[in-house]
C-alpha cells in the first residue's frame, strides 16, 4: 500500500495534528481585545512590512510608558481601516486627516489621542502651482486651462483643490480639462514639461520642484495633520494614559527616535479635537453633494 | 652569388615589406572607419529603444517613471555619457549625466512626438572613448605582426642568399671533378681495347652479346645473342641493330630509344632502365638488363658499339612474388610469427606488434612462451606440441598475455614450414584476437538469463532453475516452494512519480527481496513488478512461511527513493510442488492465482494456493474483456446521490455515480470494475462519458431549483494525465451551456500525490474556470493540509467511514469535529458522506457541518428519480 496512513486504523494520531493545526491558523476575526494585546491599526500606505518596521518602536515605547501591551496591525485597505476602527474592532488608530472624516461621518466622533505635528506646525496647506512663464495669476485664470491633479483620493493634490477650483468657477467652462497623474511628482513634472498647465501638489513636492521654475497660484486652507484615536468603548483610564504618554513624547529621546522613525520631519505630538478637522469635513461634503 | 643578384634580393625584400606596412595602414583605417559606423548605427537603435519606452511612458503622464527610466538606463550602460530629454518648452524633464569628460564623444538625438501637439526631444551623448582605446591597442598588435614579418622575412632573405652562394661553390666544384675522370678515362684506353678483343671470347657465356660498327650496323652476336632476339646471325648481320634488338619500356610498352645512338653521341656506356623488354622475333618477351658500350680505336674514334645484355625474366618474377608475398604478411590484420624449428622468433608481423604490445625487434630470437598468461589449461599445450612435433597443424583458443599485462583471448593456427626435402624449417603461427567475440558471447549468455534492471535471473533462468529443483525434489522426495510477489500498487507509483522512480524502487525492492533469501535459493525477476522466489529442499509446506514472513517484514522500512520515502508493500502467493502442480508452469499459475488471492485480502500478505483461487483469477479477466466496447455497447449508465444542505435541508446538488450492467457478469460492483478501468486506461473515455452524461441533465436540474444546484464528479488520478482533459471539460460545460461554477470535481489525494506541476497548473486552470474542487475521502489517506492550503480547494468531503461511528465512537466523533473546524478555518465548505441516522445529521449539525449526503437522505438513484425529487421538494 502506498498511503502512509491507511484507513480508520490510525484515527489516534489525526484529531491531535487537526488540533494542533487549528491553534496555529491565525484568526483576525476575533474580538481586538481578545488577549489584552491592545492593537495599532495603521492603513497601507506603505507595503505592510515596511509600515510594521516604522510603527513598532512607537508601539513599544507607549507599551513601556503605559504598561498596556501595544502590538502593529496593518489594513489590507483604506476601507478595511475605516470600518475596522468605525466598528471599534481595533483599539488604536492612525488616520490621515480625510479618511477619519470620511469615519466620523460613518460612525460618529471617537476619542482622539494626538495629531503629528510636523516642523513644529500641525497644520499643512496644498499648493496649486503653475509655472514661471505662464500668464495664470488667479485660479479664475485656470477656465479651459489643462490641470494635473494626483491620485482621486487625496486630499491635498485632488480633494480639497477640486474643491477650490469648483469654487472659483473653473469647472464651469467646457473646455477645461483635468487627468489624474497619481503622484505628486508627476504633478509638478507634468506642469514643468508644458503638458499641463497647472496643478495640485503637497508642500514639500512644490519646495522640491519649485526652482526649476514653478511659483503658487494659490495656497489650499489649513488642514489639520494625521492623527491618533482610539475605538469609542476603551476604557477612560487607558484612553488618559495613551493620550499623556502621546503629548509628552516629544520630551523623551526615545519617543522622539520612535516618531522620526515614522517620518523624519514629525517634531512632536498635540493636542487636537474634532473642531480641527471641521473645515476639511466642510469640503469633503460639499464636494460629495456637488456630485 | 653575385653581389647584384643579393642587391635584387634585398631591394625586393624592402620593397614588400613598404607594400605590407601601407596595405596595412590602409586596413586599419577602414577598419576603424567601419567600428565609427557600427557605434553610430548601434547608438540610433538604442536612441529609438530609448524614446519608444519613454514616449510611452509620456502618453501616460508618468513623468517619474520617464526619470527614473532615463536615470537607471544610464546607469546600466557605461558608454552613455548624457542622456537628456527636453520638452517643447524647453523644459529639461530629465537629465541623465555620469560627469565624465570624454575626448571623443557621438551625439545622437530624437523628437518624440507624444500626443497632437506635444513633443519632446531626446538626447543621446555617448563616449567614444573605448573604440579609440581598443584602435589604438589594435594599432600596437598590428605594428608588432608586421615587425614579426619583417624579421623572419629578412631572416629568410639572408638565408636564400647564403644557400646560393654554396650551390654556386658546388658546381664549380663538380666542373672540377668530371674533368679528371675524362683524364682518367683515356689513361684507360688501351685497357679498353683488349676488354674489347675480351668480349669475344662472351660467345660462350649466358648473355647476349652484340657488336655493330659506327653506324649502328650489327657486325657480330653470340650465340645467346641469336637466342633472345630470334634472329640468326647471318640473317642479322648488317642489319640495323634497332630491327633486331627491339626494346620496349615495361609499363607504358612504348618502343625505347636504341641505345646504339646515344653511344655513339656520347661516346660513353649506356645501361638500359631495369624495366626494359626485349621483343623477340617470335614475339617471345624477356626482361633483361643491358649496357651498350663503345669499341674504340686510338684514343677518340669509335669503331663501333659492343651491346651486352642478359634475361633476368625469372628474377624479376620470383622478386616481384616475394615482394607480395611479405607485402600481404607484413600488412594482414591477423598476426603471424614465424619461428625457426628450435620456436625461436624469426619474424613477427605488424598485427602481432599491435596485438601484443611488443615491438618486432623486442621478440625476435625469443620462444612465442613469452606471450603465456598461464590461464591456458596446461593439456591444451601439450596438445599443440604433440601435433606440431608429428608435423601436423594445429588450432585452438589461447589466453595470451600482452607486454601491457592483459590478458586476450586469441584464436591460433600453427603449422609447420618444411623444405623440399620435408624438413620441417620454420614454424608459422597465425593469431586472430578474439578478446571481443569472447566478451560479447559471455554478455549474451548473461542478458539472455538475467534482468537487465535487477541483474536477477529472468523468467527463462528462474523457470529453468525450477525445473531443476523439481527434478531434485523428485530424486530426494522432498518439496518446493514456488512464491509469487507482486509489489502492491506499483503501477501508481509509475503513474504518479514517474518510470525513473519506479525503476529505482524495483531495483532496491530486488535487493531486499535478494538479501532476504538463503543463498542456495533463487529470486528472480518475472517482468513488470513481478517476482519469483523458489525454496528447494523443503520438508513441509509450511517450511515456506518463515521465509515469506522475513520477505513481507523486509518491507515495511519506507523505501528512500530521489529524498522521497515511500512505503512499498508486497502481496505473496504460494505454490507447492508436487501438490499444487509438478510443472514449473502449472506451479507458477497457482502461485499467481494464490498472490491475487492475497491482493484482494487487502494486500501486503501471502496466501497458500488452493483449487478456489483460480476462479477468482478468471472473474478478473472477464471483467477485463467484457469492459472493452462496454462503452460503446451503452452498458454504463449513472446514478445520481443528493447532497442536501443541512440548514435548510434543500437539495443543493447531487454526486454523480457509475454504473455498468453486462450481459455476462450482471450488474458489477464500481470497487471491483473501477479499479481495473484505471489500470487498463478505459477510465478516461469513460470519464468523459460521465462528465457528458451528467452536465446533459444538468441544466434541466437547475430550472426545477430555486438556488444554486451544481452537478459533482469523481475525477481519478489517471485522468489528470491526459492532456485533453481540461479541453474536454471545457467542451462538455460549453455542449451543454453551463458555466463553470455549476460543476464541482471531486478529486481524491491521490492525485495530488505526484506533486506534479500540471496536477498543479490543472487544478489552478480549473479553479480560474469557475469549477469548485472537492477533496474527496478526505481522512483516509494522508490527510495532510498542505494539500488543502496549496491547491484551491472549495470543498472538503469527509469520509463515510468516519461519519458511521460518529455516534459510538469518541475518536471518530473529535476527528470529524476537528476535521470540519480545521475547514472552515481554511475557509472550505464541509460535506459529511455516508449519512444515515437522524442522530448524526444533528451531531454533523452542531458543528456547523454545511452538507451532508448519504442514506438518510436518499441512496443514489435514477436521472428520473432526480427529477421527481426535485419537482416535489419545489411544490412542498
Redesign the interface.
Known amino acids: ?8 486504523k490510525v ?2 494520531l ?2 491531535s ?3 494542533i ?2 491553534l496555529l ?1 491565525p ?1 483576525l476575526h476575533k474580538h481586538a481585545n481578545a488577549d489584552n494585546n491592545l492593537i495599532l491599526a495603521v492603513h497601507p500606505y506603505l507595503p505592510a512590512e515596511e509600515l510594521k518596521k516604522k510603527f513598532t518602536p512607537l508601539a513599544n515605547y507607549l507599551s513601556n510608558q503605559t504598561g498596556m501591551k501595544i502590538i502593529v496591525k496593518i489594513g489590507s485597505s483604506y476601507d478595511e481601516h475605516i470600518q475596522y476602527i468605525g466598528q471599534d474592532k481595533v483599539d488604536i488608530a492612525y488616520m490621515g486627516p480625510a479618511s477619519y472624516v470620511t469615519m466620523t461621518n460613518q460612525f460618529g466622533s471617537k476619542p482622539l489621542l494626538a495629531r503629528l505635528e510636523i516642523n513644529s506646525n500641525p497644520w499643512f496647506q496644498g499648493n496649486i502651482i503653475t ?1 514661471n ?1 505662464s500668464d495664470i495669476n488667479t485660479l479664475e485664470d485656470l477656465k479651459g486651462k489643462h490641470i ?1 491633479f494626483g491620485d482621486p483620493n487625496s486630499t491635498m493634490s485632488y480633494i480639497i483643490p477640486h474643491y477650490m477650483l469648483t469654487k472659483a468657477g473653473v469647472f464651469t467652462d467646457p473646455l477645461t480639462k483635468h ?1 489624474f ?3 505628486h ?2 504633478v509638478a ?2 506642469v ?4 499641463f498647465d497647472a496643478g495640485a501638489v503637497k508642500p514639500e513636492v512644490f519646495r522640491k520642484f519649485e526652482a ?2 514653478l511659483h503658487t497660484v494659490a495656497l489650499t486652507p489649513k488642514i489639520s495633520e494625521h492623527l491618533f484615536i482610539t475605538r469609542s468603548n476603551l476604557p477612560v483610564k487607558n484612553i488618559e494614559k495613551l493620550r499623556h504618554a502621546m503629548l509628552n513624547i516629544k520630551y523623551s529621546d526615545e519617543g522622539m527616535i520612535a516618531l522620526t522613525t515614522i517620518k523624519k520631519s514629525i517634531t512632536g505630538l498635540v493636542k487636537t479635537s474634532d473642531n480641527d478637522y471641521e473645515n476639511l469635513r466642510k469640503i469633503i461634503i460639499e464636494s460629495q453633494q456637488s456630485k | 652569388m653575385t653581389r647584384k643578384n643579393t642587391l635584387k634580393a634585398w631591394t625586393g625584400l624592402t620593397i614588400i615589406l613598404l607594400t605590407l606596412l601601407l596595405s596595412g595602414w590602409q586596413f586599419f583605417n577602414k577598419h576603424f572607419q567601419y567600428e565609427l559606423e557600427i557605434e553610430a548605427k548601434n547608438s540610433t537603435k538604442e536612441l529609438t529603444f530609448i524614446s519608444d519606452l519613454v514616449k510611452k511612458r509620456l502618453q501616460k503622464k508618468d513623468y517619474q517613471l520617464a526619470q527614473d527610466f532615463i536615470t537607471s538606463w544610464g546607469e546600466r550602460t557605461p558608454d552613455i555619457d548624457e542622456i537628456i530629454l527636453v520638452t517643447t518648452n524647453g523644459y529639461e524633464l530629465a537629465h541623465y549625466s555620469n560627469n565624465k569628460e570624454s575626448k571623443h564623444r557621438l551625439t545622437e538625438e530624437v523628437d518624440i512626438q507624444y500626443s497632437y501637439d506635444r513633443m519632446a526631444k531626446l538626447k543621446l551623448r555617448k563616449s567614444l572613448d573605448n573604440i579609440y582605446r581598443q584602435h589604438q591597442y589594435f594599432l600596437y598588435e598590428l605594428l608588432a605582426g608586421y615587425c614579426i614579418i619583417a624579421l623572419i622575412l629578412s631572416y629568410m632573405t639572408h638565408t636564400i642568399v647564403r644557400i646560393e652562394k654554396q650551390k654556386q661553390q658546388i658546381i664549380i666544384e663538380n666542373e672540377k671533378r668530371i674533368l679528371a675522370e675524362k683524364e682518367l678515362s683515356e689513361t684507360n684506353k688501351i685497357l679498353q681495347e683488349s676488354e674489347q678483343n675480351l668480349a669475344i671470347t662472351l660467345n660462350s657465356i649466358g648473355d647476349g652479346v652484340i657488336t655493330t660498327d659506327a653506324k649502328g650496323l650489327i657486325t657480330s652476336m653470340n650465340p645467346m645473342a641469336e637466342k633472345f632476339t630470334g634472329w640468326p646471325l647471318e640473317d642479322a648481320i648488317d642489319k640495323p641493330l634497332k630491327d633486331v634488338f627491339c626494346i620496349i619500356e615495361e609499363s607504358t610498352r612504348k618502343p625505347m630509344d636504341s641505345p646504339v645512338d646515344k653511344v655513339l653521341s656520347t661516346g660513353e656506356i649506356v645501361f638500359l632502365s631495369n624495366h626494359t623488354i626485349l621483343l623477340s622475333r617470335n614475339g617471345t618477351e624477356y626482361h633483361i638488363a643491358d649496357s651498350a658500350a663503345p669499341i674504340r680505336e686510338g684514343d677518340n674514334d669509335i669503331l663501333g658499339i659492343v651491346l651486352v645484355f642478359n634475361d633476368v625474366t625469372e628474377r624479376k618474377h620470383s622478386e616481384e612474388k616475394i615482394r607480395t608475398l611479405f607485402q600481404a604478411i607484413e600488412q594482414s590484420p591477423i598476426s603471424v610469427t614465424i619461428t625457426d624449428p628450435d620456436a625461436n622468433i624469426e619474424y613477427v608481423n605488424h598485427a602481432f606488434e599491435k596485438s601484443t604490445g611488443y615491438q618486432a625487434s623486442e621478440v625476435i630470437g625469443k620462444n612465442p612462451k613469452i606471450l603465456k598468461s598461464g590461464k591456458t589449461s596446461e593439456h591444451i599445450y601439450n596438445e599443440m606440441w604433440q601435433a606440431i612435433s608429428n608435423g601436423n597443424s594445429w588450432n585452438g583458443e589461447l589466453i595470451n598475455r600482452r607486454k601491457n599485462g592483459e590478458t586476450f583471448w586469441e584464436s591460433t593456427n600453427i603449422a609447420p614450414v618444411v623444405d623440399d626435402f620435408g624438413i620441417v624449417r620454420h614454424y608459422l603461427a597465425v593469431r586472430e584476437d578474439i578478446s571481443l567475440r569472447k566478451h560479447q558471447e559471455e554478455k549474451i549468455l548473461h542478458q539472455a538469463h538475467f534482468d537487465a534492471l535487477t541483474d536477477l535471473p529472468n523468467r527463462f533462468l528462474s523457470l529453468d532453475r525450477l525445473t531443476q529443483l523439481i527434478n531434485e525434489a523428485e530424486r530426494n522426495r522432498e518439496l518446493v516452494a514456488v512464491l509469487f510477489l507482486d509489489l502492491d500498487d506499483f503501477k501508481k507509483i509509475n503513474d504518479s512519480l514517474g518510470h525513473d522512480t519506479g525503476d529505482k524502487l524495483l531495483v532496491e525492492a530486488a535487493d531486499r527481496l535478494h538479501n532476504e533469501v538463503r543463498s542456495g535459493d533463487t529470486v528472480g525477476r518475472l517482468g513488470g513488478d513481478e517476482f519469483i522466489i523458489l525454496l528447494g529442499g523443503l520438508t513441509h509446506a509450511t517450511d515456506a512461511q518463515p521465509v515469506v514472513e522475513n520477505l513481507l517484514n523486509r518491507f515495511r522500512d519506507a523505501f528512500k527513493i530521489d529524498e522521497r520515502e515511500l512505503i512499498l508493500t508486497a502481496s505473496v502467493g504460494i505454490a507447492i510442488y508436487p501438490d499444487d502442480g509438478d510443472s514449473p508452469s502449472e506451479l507458477l499459475r497457482n502461485a499467481d492465482s494464490a498472490m491475487y488471492h492475497s491482493k484482494e485480502q487487502g494486500r501486503n500478505t501471502y496466501s497458500y494456493f488452493t483449487e478456489t483461487m483460480n476462479q477468482d483469477v478468471s472473474r478478473r479477466l472477464i471483467i477485463e474483456e467484457q469492459m472493452h466496447g462496454a462503452l460503446d455497447r451503452g452498458e454504463f449508465y449513472l446514478c445520481y446521490q443528493p447532497k442536501i444542505e443541512i440548514q435548510s435541508r434543500n437539495i443543493i446538488g447531487v454526486e454523480a455515480l457509475l454504473r455498468w450492467n453486462n450481459p455476462v457478469l450482471g450488474n458489477v460492483n464500481p470497487d471491483e470494475f473501477i479499479p481495473i478501468a484505471e489500470q487498463t486506461g478505459l477510465i478516461v473515455p469513460i470519464g468523459q462519458y460521465v462528465l457528458n452524461e451528467s452536465l446533459n441533465i444538468t441544466s434541466q436540474w437547475q430550472q426545477l431549483c430555486r438556488h444554486k444546484f451544481t452537478m459533482a464528479v469523481n475525477l481519478s488520478p489517471r485522468q489528470f494525465r491526459d492532456p485533453n482533459l481540461i479541453t474536454s471539460i471545457e467542451a462538455a460545460l460549453s455542449k451543454s451551456e453551463l458555466s463553470g461554477e455549476s460543476l464541482e470535481l471531486e478529486i481524491t489525494e491521490g492525485v495530488l500525490l505526484s506533486g506534479h506541476s500540471y496536477i498543479h497548473k490543472a487544478l489552478t486552470t480549473l479553479n480560474n474556470m469557475g469549477i469548485d474542487l472537492s477533496m474527496d475521502d478526505f481522512g483516509t489517506g494522508y490527510s495532510s493540509l498542505s494539500y488543502l492550503r496549496s491547491y484551491p480547494f472549495k470543498v472538503l468531503k469527509i469520509d463515510r467511514s468516519f461519519i458511521a461511528d460518529i455516534i459510538i465512537d469518541i475518536a471518530d466523533r473529535e476527528l470529524v469535529n476537528a476535521a470540519i473546524a480545521m475547514a472552515h478555518s481554511l475557509g472550505l465548505t464541509v460535506v459529511a458522506e455516508g449519512v444515515e441516522t437522524e442522530e448524526q445529521l444533528k451531531l454533523l449539525a452542531s458543528q456547523g457541518c454545511e452538507i451532508a449526503q448519504g442514506y438518510y437522505f436518499s441512496k443514489p438513484v435514477s436521472a428520473d428519480k432526480i427529477t421527481e425529487l426535485l419537482t416535489a421538494s419545489n411544490s412542498s
Open positions: 500500500m502506498v498511503k502512509i496512513l491507511s484507513g480508520k484515527t489516534n489525526i484529531p495534528l487537526l488540533i493545526t487549528l491558523i484568526s509655472r512663464d494635473a487627468q497623474l497619481y503622484s511628482n508627476n513634472l507634468g514643468l514639461s508644458g503638458d526649476k521654475g
